[in-house]
């Protein structure tokens, strides 16, 4: 029992939100010394396997490259990337011509004609918002009564240019940029799905973990408990205890059975989070082969501000917000403006026995030109309706320049509530080192009374049980301490650059892809 609970003593720590995941250190962040007594990781036959269910050995290493390749929500957002990856694209193609063939047959009952026309239009969307289009269009039309085919060619030219609402290179390119605000919001939202799954994934495994070794704190608990109630046989026999005091020896045994069984629960339940999300099938049980190890970490309050105000996901998505209302507000303040259009244009019509003859007549395309200019005043209410959105527009800027400034105030304040979580729990680690050595010595001394007959059975089970809460104390402190790291470091915004997994853009219509090449085995395991 002594040399169980002085392993248990040297649990360790891993925490990957610096060096410890890649052999480097982060900014805000400081990496203590290894210590050099690792836990040993949990055996085989400490994994309950029931109903045909089977093993696998799992580092953390390689249940973080599963989880980011197989997990489901990883998968779907994938997806969700490709499409914004593509809408852009073809959103920053509009100012590219645009050809479309037209065509169609008509008849005509009451004039026996029938009317056959073939055409095609260009148009091309100008970055001043004003739009150039040419058209040709072949006509033949025939007379089914006089048996005469006569063939008609339109070509045509046309340029339309706002001058006031609608008009100049904001406005022409507002579609692109919003596109591209849209993609990058998106990104952000890709890249908040990742460091979630990645965080969620690492507590997993932790948390599976912890119910191992709690699991198999309840079976020494157990079995101390069983070798207790034989001695107290001992004792009774030998007239050295009442045989009343047998009854407690008992209970305790009963309620670690218990204990066991909830534990073996636990167990149970940690394996499946895990597994489910892997994306593994049900009948996995994962049987992690990596122990704690411990390394103190110093986070640095203020250098961590700074960096999360740089890779922070939900700043970054606030602060493209914010230049997306600048811009609806340059177009609310052009749509309010008198509207003033120029349309300069020329058509051409030629006709002639063979669609050859009406095209070459048609061909002059140039040799006449016609110009207007259109406007459009709005009076009363309808310029009071645009006033009103351009109103609206100023006043979503102020509430987005808001919702940046409130972002910003929870985000140090959650990083500061992160920081004091880490302080904490490593301090929590260290006092609950210091108990399970004093609940060590404590319940040692007592059996050496009780064997003297200077202490009773009660005392003994109590002591007993403040031996095993204080293992399994420094058991969640160990597994609070690395899930704060983590969530930490998925705060601040850096967990993917910390374990090196990069999100390789792609191009369609291929799939993106997350380059796991670089992950590496943390430091203190190579």
């Known amino acids: 029992m002594r040399r169980v609970l002085a392993l248990i003593c040297c649990l360790a720590l891993l925490g990957p939100l610096s060096a410890l995941a890649q052999g480097r250190e982060e900014p805000g962040v400081k990496a203590g010394k290894?210590?050099?007594?690792?836990?040993?990781?949990?055996?085989?036959?400490?994994?309950?396997?029931?109903?045909?269910?089977?093993?696998?050995?799992?580092?953390?290493?390689?249940?973080?490259?599963?989880?980011?390749?197989?997990?489901?929500?990883?998968?779907?957002?994938?997806?969700?990337?490709?499409?914004?990856v593509e809408n852009l694209l073809l959103a920053e193609r509009i100012f590219e011509p645009e050809f479309n063939i037209t065509g169609g047959y008509a008849y005509n009952a009451g004039s026996d004609q029938d009317n056959r026309n073939l055409g095609v239009e260009v148009t091309k969307r100008l970055e001043t918002a004003g739009r150039l289009s040419f058209s040709w269009n072949q006509a033949n039309i025939l007379d089914r009564n006089a048996g005469s085919t006569d063939n008609q060619a339109t070509l045509s030219a046309k340029l339309t240019q706002p001058l006031l609402r609608g008009a100049g290179i904001t406005v022409g390119t507002a579609e692109v940029v919003q596109a591209q605000y849209s993609e990058a919001q998106e990104f952000q939202s890709f890249r908040s799905l990742l460091m979630g799954?990645?965080?969620?994934?690492?507590?997993?495994?932790?948390?599976?973990?912890?119910?191992?070794?709690?699991?198999?704190?309840?079976?020494?608990?157990?079995?101390?408990?069983?070798?207790?109630?034989?001695k107290n046989k001992m004792l009774i026999q030998a007239?050295?205890?009442?045989?009343?005091?047998?009854?407690?020896?008992?209970?305790?045994?009963?309620?670690?059975?218990?204990?066991?069984?909830?534990?073996d629960l636990a167990v149970e339940n940690a394996n499946r989070t895990l597994v489910n999300l892997l994306d593994l099938n049900e009948?996995?049980?994962?049987?992690?082969?990596?122990?704690?190890?411990?390394?103190?970490?110093?986070?640095?309050?203020?250098?961590?501000?700074?960096?999360?105000?740089?890779?922070?996901?939900?700043?970054?998505?606030?602060?493209?917000?914010?230049?997306?209302?600048?811009?609806n507000l340059k177009l609310a303040e052009s749509n309010a403006l008198d509207e003033v259009n120029l349309e300069i244009g020329t058509s051409q019509t030629g006709s002639g026995g063979s669609p050859g003859e009406a095209l070459d007549e048609a061909?002059?395309?140039?040799?006449?030109?016609?110009?207007?200019?259109?406007?459009?005043?709005?009076?009363?209410?309808?310029?009071?309706?645009?006033?009103?959105?351009?109103?609206?527009?100023?006043?979503?800027?102020?509430?987005?320049?808001?919702?940046?400034?409130?972002?910003?105030?929870?985000?140090?304040?959650?990083?500061?509530?992160?920081?004091?979580?880490?302080?904490?729990?490593?301090?929590?680690?260290?006092?609950?080192?210091?108990?399970?050595?004093?609940?060590?010595?404590?319940?040692?001394?007592?059996?050496?009374?009780?064997?003297?007959?200077?202490?009773?059975?009660?005392?003994?089970?109590?002591?007993?049980?403040?031996?095993?809460?204080?293992?399994?104390?420094?058991?969640?402190?160990?597994?609070?301490?690395?899930?704060?790291?983590?969530?930490?470091?998925?705060?601040?915004?850096?967990?993917?650059?910390?374990?090196?997994?990069?999100?390789?853009?792609?191009?369609?219509?291929?799939?993106?892809?997350?380059?796991?090449?670089?992950?590496e085995v943390p430091a203190p395991f190579k």
């Open 34 to 84: 290894q210590m050099e007594i690792l836990t040993a990781p949990p055996d085989p036959k400490d994994v309950p396997v029931t109903g045909g269910k089977r093993r696998v050995p799992l580092k953390l290493l390689d249940t973080i490259r599963l989880g980011m390749t197989d997990n489901i929500e990883v998968k779907k957002g994938i997806l969700d990337r490709a499409t914004s």
């Open 283 to 327: 009948t996995i049980v994962i049987l992690p082969i990596e122990g704690f190890i411990f390394r103190a970490v110093k986070v640095d309050y203020q250098a961590l501000a700074d960096q999360a105000f740089k890779t922070n996901t939900n700043i970054l998505t606030q602060q493209i917000s914010v230049k997306n209302a600048k811009l």
């Open 363 to 519: 061909k002059n395309l140039g040799s006449g030109w016609s110009g207007s200019v259109v406007f459009n005043i709005p009076l009363g209410l309808p310029r009071d309706r645009l006033q009103q959105q351009v109103t609206i527009a100023k006043r979503s800027l102020i509430k987005t320049k808001l919702d940046l400034h409130q972002a910003s105030r929870n985000l140090r304040q959650s990083i500061r509530d992160r920081v004091n979580d880490v302080e904490r729990n490593l301090r929590q680690i260290k006092i609950g080192q210091q108990s399970l050595n004093l609940a060590q010595r404590k319940y040692d001394i007592q059996l050496v009374k009780l064997e003297l007959g200077k202490a009773n059975n009660y005392q003994v089970l109590l002591f007993h049980r403040d031996l095993v809460s204080a293992a399994d104390s420094l058991h969640g402190s160990i597994a609070s301490y690395l899930k704060s790291l983590a969530q930490l470091d998925e705060l601040v915004g850096t967990a993917l650059a910390t374990w090196n997994i990069q999100v390789v853009k792609p191009v369609p219509p291929h799939l993106p892809k997350l380059n796991l090449k670089g992950l």
């Open 197 to 230: 799954k990645l965080t969620e994934i690492q507590a997993a495994y932790w948390d599976l973990l912890l119910a191992l070794e709690n699991r198999l704190s309840a079976i020494r608990a157990l079995e101390a408990s069983r070798n207790q109630l034989k």
């Open 239 to 263: 007239g050295r205890m009442p045989a009343a005091d047998l009854v407690q020896t008992e209970q305790e045994v009963a309620r670690n059975e218990v204990n066991l069984l909830n534990q």
